[in-house]
Each structure stands twice: as structure tokens, then as C-alpha cells.
């Protein structure tokens, strides 16, 4: 019933900019987390970013922070993450999910509903 809609990926040179988006449907949970994993050929999936939507709060793992921000639109029901300064080693599938029984924002949580993913490519 609940589907995660993700766009945004791409290929890009290093130093490019890419924004991804993520627009679930179908969701009533009143409060939830949401952000983005990625996984890499051989590497174990990575916990980026998420965002809460009671306050706005937010997580960054170390290797993007300064770098990547998320952000929501309330209106749109959408949440982007806007990802600059890209290098070779963001290349990854990047997959959108959601925890719908968490406020605080965190990647150990419980995430029921994952987005179909979106290729992020960075290379000169």
C-alpha cells in the first residue's frame, strides 16, 4: 500500500551536484523519520541522512556532513536531499526509506518502507 517515489539520481563529475527526492504515497502515520541509505558494489549499506517530521531535526553520517542536506517540503510532502561537493566514493545506489514508529532521527531505527533506489554516479 505505502510506496516511496525516488528520482533525482545521475551521473556527475566530482565537485557536481545531484538532489534527490522522496515522495511516499499512501502513508497516514502521523509522525516518521525518512531519509536515505546507499549501498556500493561490495560495500555494506550506509546509513547518509534522514530527517524527522515533527521538528525538522536531522542526522548526517560524518562522511557527507558539510556536504549533503536535507530538507522537506510540507506542502509537497516531499523530502530532497540536496547532495554538493559530490566525490567518486558517494557513488552508490541511493535508496530512499522511511521508519514510521520513530520522532527522533536516527538510521538504527525501524524502517518499513524503502523506496526503489536511484543510481548516483561520480566520475570524471
Known amino acids: 500500500q505505502v510506496q516511496l517515489v525516488e528520482s533525482g539520481g545521475g551521473s556527475v563529475q566530482p565537485g557536481g551536484s545531484l538532489r534527490l527526492s522522496c515522495t511516499p504515497l499512501?502513508?497516514?502515520?502521523?509522525?516518521?523519520?525518512i531519509g536515505w541509505f546507499r549501498q556500493a558494489p561490495g560495500k555494506e549499506r550506509e546509513g547518509v541522512s534522514c530527517?524527522?517530521?515533527?521538528?525538522?531535526?536531522?542526522y548526517y553520517a560524518d562522511s557527507v556532513k558539510g556536504r549533503f542536506t536535507i530538507s522537506r517540503d510540507e506542502a509537497n510532502n516531499t523530502t530532497y536531499l540536496q547532495m554538493n561537493s559530490l566525490k567518486p566514493e558517494d557513488t552508490a545506489v541511493y535508496y530512499c526509506?522511511?521508519?514510521?514508529?520513530?520522532?527522533?532521527?536516527?538510521?538504527?531505527?525501524?524502517?518499513?518502507?524503502w523506496g526503489q533506489g536511484t543510481q548516483v554516479t561520480v566520475s570524471s
Open positions: 526509506a522511511l521508519d514510521p514508529s520513530r520522532i527522533f532521527p536516527t538510521m538504527m531505527g525501524q524502517f518499513d518502507y
Open positions: 499512501g502513508f497516514t502515520a502521523n509522525f516518521y523519520v
Open positions: 530527517i524527522s517530521n515533527s521538528d525538522d531535526s536531522t
